[in-house]
């Protein structure tokens, strides 16, 4: 068992979408100390320190496939004053399956419709984001997309352009911008693959 202690939770603000927390914890070494994280919850007995890791999903990426392409998007991120390629992705809202906020948020970002592929739940299950700042939990849906790219759903406050990439593009997009870690990665798999990307997902599971 742990040494290490929580010994309280402050909330510094109170905001719908986002919340600053200060922990008061006691070090393995005896010292004590603060901790500072954020979190999607509205309150303290939302945390998953409180409620448990497995409490809630607060957000989804979609991996999606159009044909022999990937979707991407490629938005402006206020943190880096620029563009980076992402997954499409957004938050679950209550009453909402983690599929369910895959589908509509895949729509409401680019215009398209997501058709999930059914897969072992393995590959969807909720998992950590930057955990050393954040106690955010992400879930992951995969599905081929069809339709017409189009921005007419995008929220004012968004400036997000939608891509359709390739292997050559997406080779060029690893070497040449920014991209989220989570995209990069799937990506680096969209390379490897000889065949249909999403074999792995049908091979029996984890």
């Not at 200060?22 to 945390?47: A, I, P």
């Not at 950590?128 to 929220?155: H, Y």
Request: glycine residues 10%.
């Amino acid at each position: 068992m742990s040494s290490s202690r929580i010994l309280k939770v402050i909330q510094e603000t109170h905001e719908k979408y986002l919340n600053y927390f200060r922990l008061k914890v006691l070090h393995r070494d005896g010292t004590r100390g603060d901790y500072f994280m954020v979190s999607r919850s509205e309150n303290l007995e939302g945390l998953k320190l409180n409620a448990g890791p497995e409490s809630r999903c607060d957000g989804v990426l979609v991996y999606a496939l159009c044909g022999e392409k990937v979707v991407l998007i490629r938005q402006y991120r206020y943190p880096l004053g620029g563009f980076i390629y992402e997954f499409p992705a957004g938050l679950v809202e209550k009453g909402e399956s983690y599929q369910e906020a895959g589908v509509r948020e895949f729509h409401e970002e680019t215009g398209m419709t997501l058709i999930p592929e059914t897969v072992d739940e393995a590959y969807m299950k909720p998992r950590f984001t930057t955990i050393g700042m954040t106690d955010e939990s992400c879930a992951a849906v995969f599905g081929r997309a069809v339709g017409t790219p189009s921005r007419a759903l995008q929220e004012g406050a968004e400036e997000i352009e939608i891509v359709l990439a390739d292997k050559s593009e997406v080779r060029r997009i690893l070497k040449e911008e920014q991209v989220a870690v989570m995209c990069a990665y799937m990506l680096y798999h969209f390379l490897a693959a000889e065949g249909d990307p999403f074999d792995f997902l049908h091979k029996g599971g984890i």
